[in-house]
């Protein structure tokens, strides 16, 4: 199993709906739970980040994580065409420790 | 802001050349960065942590001698991919986690190496 597991996509939603990503994960140890968004051909940006379980809301989005069941979520309320991007999830064990990330999910927001 | 910078964004090499790519922060001081290799619709896999100062930690499977990393100073980062071949064609991309803020990487825009 893999450390951080994404389904690939690519999800297809119109503009306005409500979008949710998701990832599961394996390692106990992960306490911090990052979305990164990517551009086609663009390094990653961090969105939001969450610290153990409990929700964390930004603007139009929401992160979500369950501990007790290893499963991350990202919200996104209102989406745009602009949203069309690769989101990824990457947890780590600590602040200082390295990012695990998942493949990604393509989200694509038609207008 | 939190600017991470990287140069060149592109280039194209011939096998058996060596090619250096810098990555700087460029608005605050990161004691360490990280450089990722990306392939298409792959994930970002961790190649190697820089620390300002000291030596890399290499993850499992990334040949030191043909990544080498140097970072030389708070702001600044540098890999050089020796001896270079097709293979090594990718996309690499570095990230600076803030020192003040630990558990914020910032990324840069990354550098599209094409080796022929």
């Known amino acids: 199993q893999k450390e951080v597991e994404q389904d690939p996509g690519p999800l297809s939603v119109p503009e306005g709906a409500i979008v949710s990503l998701n990832c599961t994960y394996s390692n106990s140890a992960f306490q911090y739970f990052m979305w990164y968004r990517q551009y086609s051909r663009k390094g990653p940006e961090l969105l939001m980040y969450t610290y153990s379980s409990g929700n964390k809301e930004d603007g139009r989005f929401t992160a979500q994580v369950d501990k007790s069941s290893k499963y991350i979520s990202l919200f996104i309320r209102d989406s745009q065409p602009s949203d069309s991007a690769t989101y990824l999830c990457?947890?780590?064990?600590?602040?200082?420790?390295?990012?695990?990330f998942g493949k990604g999910t393509m989200l694509l927001v038609s207008p | 802001g939190a600017v991470v910078s990287q140069h060149p964004s592109w280039v194209i090499c011939k096998s058996g050349t060596s090619v250096k790519i810098e990555c700087r922060s460029l608005d605050f001081q990161a004691t360490t960065m990280f450089w990722y290799r990306q392939f298409p619709k792959q994930s970002l896999m961790l190649m190697a942590t820089?620390?300002?100062?000291?030596?890399?930690?290499?993850e499992q499977g990334v040949e030191k001698d043909k990544f080498l990393i140097n970072h030389a100073s708070l702001t600044l980062s540098t890999l050089t991919v020796t001896s270079a071949h097709p293979e090594d064609s990718s996309f690499y991309i570095c990230s600076a986690l803030k020192t003040a803020e630990p558990y914020e990487q910032y990324f840069g825009p990354g550098t599209r190496l094409t080796v022929t």
């Open positions: 820089s620390n300002e100062g000291s030596k890399a930690t290499y």
């Open positions: 990457a947890p780590a064990a600590s602040g200082y420790s390295t990012l695990t």
